[in-house]
T-cell receptor, first 113, second 111 residues
Framework: GENVEQHPSTLSVQEGDSAVIKCTYSDSASNYFPWYKQELGKRPQLIIDIRSNVGEKKDQRIAVTLNKTAKHFSLHITETQPEDSAVYFCAASSGGGADGLTFGKGTHLIIQP | DAGVTQSPTHLIKTRGQQVTLRCSPKSGHDTVSWYQQALGQGPQFIFQYYEEEERQRGNFPDRFSGHQFPNYSSELNVNALLLGDSALYLC??????????FGDGTRLSIL
């Protein structure tokens, strides 16, 4: 089955700086890659997703890049703000997302004021 | 527009007991998936229901079973509870399985 590795497990950046979280996947059939943000005690919330026919997608301060050949994808957050502090999870699935998601173990992003 | 709702929010059981968790999907969604999230870990896929049938299943024993009703709501049943079943159980709904919307989860503690 699919295996998703996520790094780093903890990331501390100064407010206003950029943050990058990286994930690798093992199953070449995977074609859907969402990112979720989970604040303490709350539900995971979808923040951005990308499908394998696209190499990059951007939504305001958030962007995701995908390298199918290397089987890795990354989340980029620019101009970080205190409200960006949370745990971020990457995930992968085949079937265009219709199949079950395999999640990474998460990255705890800390924004230092 | 109500999102995904789950009940109960918290539950305490003892080893060997059985538990039923409930989920109502977001309005307009037809697919329900269940995930188990242990403390400090990412969610793990249990199974997915579509048109009242289990469409896909993750690597969980058959002590974990589910059901989807005609109104798209769903139940997760766990038999013969083990200490290791203590976790946050998340329900997620979607239209055709895409772009999951999660509920707040049920925190299950096994004593």
């Amino acid at each position: 089955g699919e295996n998703v590795e996520q790094h780093p497990s903890t990331l501390s950046v100064q407010e206003g700086d950029s943050a990058v979280i990286k994930c690798t996947y093992s199953d070449s059939a995977s074609n859907y890659f969402p990112w979720y943000k989970q604040e303490l005690g709350k539900r995971p919330q979808l923040i951005i997703d990308i499908r394998s026919n696209v190499g990059e997608k951007k939504d305001q301060r958030i962007a995701v890049t995908l390298n199918k050949t290397a089987k890795h994808f990354s989340l980029h957050i620019t101009e970080t703000q205190p409200e960006d502090s949370a745990v971020y999870f990457c995930a992968a699935s085949s079937g265009g997302g219709a199949d079950g998601l395999t999640f990474g173990k998460g990255t705890h992003l800390i924004i230092q004021p | 527009d109500a999102g995904v709702t789950q009940s109960p929010t918290h539950l305490i059981k003892t080893r060997g007991q059985q538990v039923t968790l409930r989920c109502s999907p977001k309005s307009g969604h037809d697919t329900v998936s269940w995930y188990q999230q242990a403390l400090g870990q990412g969610p793990q896929f249990i199974f997915q229901y579509y048109e009242e049938e289990e469409r896909q299943r993750g690597n969980f024993p058959d002590r974990f079973s589910g059901h989807q009703f005609p109104n798209y709501s769903s139940e997760l049943n766990v038999n013969a509870l083990l200490l290791g079943d203590s976790a946050l159980y998340l329900c997620a709904s979607s239209l055709g399985g895409r772009r999951l919307h999660f509920g707040d989860g049920t925190r299950l503690s096994i004593l």
